[in-house]
């Protein structure tokens, strides 16, 4: 089936590094991608969002770029801080069998931002 | 601020058992979801409703079933309990619309469920 990977599972880097987070997917026809972040004991909260119209798309540290020809999009975090620890989930929406539109959720990121 | 409620964040059940989970929104949100997490499998989709008595499987609804009978509640219910059922269940929302597929999911902290 339809599904999107993401790489990698685990990231450390030092305060004031940039962080990559990479995903790919398999439906050409997706055209929506959230990033979403997990804080410890806290359900996912939307970060940042891009759609297939724009390559990329920039908030503050947080940016995301995708390549629609390649079917990969990333994250990019610069100048991290240890409250970016966390895990991020990036997603895809994605057409079922049945046409249904749903959301495919990536295997997360592990980010650890050492002081 | 949109809240998510769900009725426990630990709980321990035994094999066997019919186990329901509950969630509650306040924001009059149409879409309701529910997933689990599990390490190195993300989240993945189990059921969701876009609008009360409408319910739709996801990705891997086997063994679950599901129940809105208000708008502000969905249920998710394990008809009996099995041991690969131990997961983090998720429950989120979002509101309806021309541009629902692409409108934020609001997420709750999160039951974690363990079955003996």
């Known amino acids: 089936g339809e599904n999107v990977e993401q790489h990698p599972s685990t990231l450390s880097v030092q305060e004031g590094d940039s962080a990559v987070i990479k995903c790919t997917y398999s439906?050409?026809?997706?055209?929506?991608f959230p990033w979403y972040k997990q804080e410890l004991g806290k359900g996912p909260q939307l970060i940042i969002d891009i759609r297939s119209n724009v390559g990329e798309k920039k908030d503050q540290r947080i940016a995301v770029t995708l390549n629609k020809t390649a079917k990969h999009f990333s994250l990019h975090i610069t100048e991290t801080q240890p409250e970016d620890s966390a895990v991020y989930f990036c997603a895809a929406l994605l057409f079922g069998d049945t046409g249904r539109r749903a959301l495919t959720f990536g295997s997360g990121t592990r980010l650890q931002v050492q002081p | 601020d949109v809240k998510v409620t769900q009725s426990s964040r630990y709980l321990v059940k035994r094999t066997g058992e019919k186990v329901f989970l509950e969630c509650v929104q306040d924001m009059d949100h149409e879409n309701m979801f529910w997933y689990r997490q599990d390490p190195g499998l993300g989240l993945r989709l189990i059921y969701f409703?876009?609008?009360?008595?409408?319910?739709e499987k996801g990705d891997i609804p086997e063994g679950y079933s599901v129940s809105r009978e208000k708008k502000e509640r969905f249920s998710l219910i394990l008809e009996s309990a099995s041991t690969n059922q131990t997961s983090m269940y998720l429950c989120?929302?979002?509101?309806?619309?021309?541009?629902?597929?692409?409108?934020?999911?609001?997420f709750g902290p999160g039951t974690r469920l363990t079955v003996l």
């Open positions: 439906d050409s026809a997706s055209n929506y």
């Open positions: 409703s876009y609008d009360v008595k409408m319910k």
């Open positions: 989120a929302s979002s509101p309806s619309g021309q541009g629902a597929p692409y409108n934020e999911q609001f």
